[in-house]
């Protein structure tokens, strides 16, 4: 079967990093995606990883290896904004999107 | 600016009622989604669309149905509503093709069924 691993939930602290992990087992695999979703909202697209390695955007970077089917979502300098779930979803062979539980990450001053 | 709308936020309705969820995307995407999401578990797809009038059921279909009469519309229909639909619907399009085509998502519609 296909299946997204990630933790429920997570807590840290304004101003430092964490790193939010996944692991994907999928029929096939052509990437994997980070969408934010803060309480009551719509997800919105953060990253994207298809080949492995880290990918910098800002204070946000992904990281994929495909061998090890995992990937991690890096927040660095983080603002109370930053509170909100993280979803990783992995697009299969027929190019559909299989999604994890999300991670709430909840931001403390 | 990209954009999808769905027709309302909050809608509370009765067992046995017919229900109708609308969504409609300006950017001329080919892919349509209906996504159902519950506290614990990950966005669940319904129905897609890949086109005009074409249908695809995704994993969880049962108890619904879809219609897609124009590029930019996708309607959700729940024949007789049940508890059990009680949840967060989301909608979402994306181009055609494969690779990396970034979903986009309408704000949600939270659906209380009595």
Known sequence: ?109 | DVKVTQSSRYLVKRTGEKVFLECVQDMDHENMFWYRQDPGLGLRLIYFSYDVKMKEKGDIPEGYSVSREKKERFSLILESASTNQTSMYLCASSLRGEGYNEQFFGPGTRLTVL
């Open chain 1, 1 to 109: 079967g296909q299946n997204i691993d990630q933790p429920t939930e997570m807590t840290a602290t304004e101003g430092a990093i964490v790193q939010i992990n996944c692991t994907y087992q999928t029929s096939g695999f052509n990437g994997l995606f980070w969408y934010q979703q803060h309480a009551g909202e719509a997800p919105t697209f953060l990253s994207y990883n298809v080949l492995d390695g880290l990918e910098e955007k800002g204070r946000f970077s992904s990281f994929l290896s495909r061998s090890k089917g995992y990937s991690y979502l890096l927040l660095k300098e983080l603002q109370m904004k930053d509170s909100a779930s993280y979803l990783c979803a992995a697009l299969d062979s027929n190019y559909q999107l299989i999604w994890g539980a999300g991670t709430k990450l909840i931001i403390k001053p």
